[in-house]
């Protein structure tokens, strides 16, 4: 008789998930001492506090893209057998963005960036990693079960009827993303317009 597992299946802890994106953030460090890199969007990820002005509307609009480019990146990867490993690299790439954007404002500005990192980094960089976190534990978790679907003639529910659940999990995120870049907004106009900058 086959086995078949249910969605509500026991997840991997977030912790595990964590642990990868905080060495993206001691790979990150490191890169920071190349400008060409730490000045270039895609690889900061809108986490560095901008040197010049921009504009309310682009920091989130770029801080929610990446972040939906993320999560859309996790669902494709757990549709597949092998999406494990791009999932892991996700993470790595969240926490590149968030090392090489702290550790270049402490380069640029020495202890000058210790109010900006507290008040404009971290708090996003927190909530990004644990939307990140779940997007990545979603990809392994219903990856792993189509390889043992595909592999060891395993069926699953999760893979009969829970890709309806599965796919609102994302889109759950999707919205989280753009409440969490909003209020990103929001932080930087008031930091910036009490003299924080």
């Known amino acids: 008789m086959k086995k078949i597992s249910t969605i509500s299946e026991k997840r991997t802890s977030l912790t595990v998930y964590m642990f990868f ?7 990150g460090t490191f890169l920071a001492k190349y400008p060409s890199l730490a000045g270039n969007k895609l690889i900061n990820q809108y986490f560095m506090f901008p040197n010049e002005g921009i504009r309310i509307s682009s920091l989130i609009s ?19 057998a092998f999406g494990q490993p791009f999932g892991i690299f996700l993470l790595f790439y969240r926490g590149i963005g968030i090392g090489i954007s702290a550790s270049s404002m402490y380069i640029s500005s020495g202890t000058a960036a210790i109010i900006p990192v507290a008040v404009t980094v971290l708090p996003k960089a927190v909530a990004f990693s644990v939307i990140a976190a779940l997007a990545v534990r979603e990809n392994i978790h219903y990856s792993c079960h189509i390889l043992s679907h595909c592999f060891f003639n395993r069926e699953h529910e999760t893979i009969k009827g829970g890709l309806k659940l599965w796919s609102i999990k994302f889109i759950v ?3 989280l993303s753009l409440i969490i870049s909003s209020a990103d907004g929001t932080i930087y106009f008031f930091f910036t317009s009490v003299g924080g900058k």
């Open 21 to 27: 994106i905080a060495v993206g953030i001691v790979i």
């Open 62 to 80: 770029g801080t929610f893209l990446l972040s939906f480019f993320i999560i859309v990146m996790a669902f494709f990867f757990g549709s597949s």
């Open 173 to 175: 995120l999707i919205v």
